[in-house]
């Protein structure tokens, strides 16, 4: 087996085509691009995962913003051509690593309900639900309940 396939690096303007049509592909309701762009302008922490052969090329992305003790994952997103080989996982190591080093006790997210393979994700990585927000997220005919899940970061 060689080294790892993909790698993370931080996200530069010229990714954000390749992140809009991933976006759009990926979400019923996806996030507009000057979402993306503001949160490049912000103090946030944000990442693509690309082929370690084409680095231009991206795979997959996460945003994450920490405030204080605590931190928040605001999107993470792998090319549906891509996943299931790891990426979700690396990404969100990676930002469990990051938010680490900022001093964050504590790192959250908010995922849909019916989204099994994100809660997958979580739950493997140690994430326990610690609330729900009702009708957080638009639906195609109703609003669905999100999950707030938090990973202690304290061991
Ligand atoms: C959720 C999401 C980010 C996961 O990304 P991913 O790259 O597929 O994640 P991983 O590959 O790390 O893990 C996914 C599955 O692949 C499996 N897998 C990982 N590496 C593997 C490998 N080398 N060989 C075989 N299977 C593998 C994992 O065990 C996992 O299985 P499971 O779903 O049965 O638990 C991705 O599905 C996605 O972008 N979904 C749409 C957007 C979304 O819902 N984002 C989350 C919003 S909160």
Request: glycine residues 6%.
């Amino acid at each position: 087996m060689g080294g790892f396939l993909f790698s993370v690096r931080l996200m530069i303007s010229a990714d954000l085509s390749q992140v809009g049509q991933i976006e759009d592909d990926a979400y019923q309701f996806p996030w507009p691009l000057q979402l993306f762009r503001e949160c490049l302008q912000a103090r946030n922490h944000v990442v693509v995962a690309v082929s370690e052969d084409q680095p231009s090329k991206v795979r997959g992305y996460a945003l994450m913003t920490s405030h204080s003790d605590e931190a928040e994952i605001l999107n993470l997103t792998v090319d549906s051509k891509f996943r299931s080989q790891g990426i979700g996982a690396q990404l969100l190591q990676h930002m469990i690593t990051q938010a680490r080093t900022d001093g964050a006790r504590q790192l959250f997210l908010e995922v849909r309900e019916s989204n099994a393979s994100a809660s997958r994700l979580y739950t493997r990585f140690f994430f326990k639900q610690v609330g729900r927000r009702i009708g957080y997220y638009q639906g195609s005919e109703d609003r669905e309940d999100a999950l707030v899940m938090e990973r202690s970061l304290d061991h």
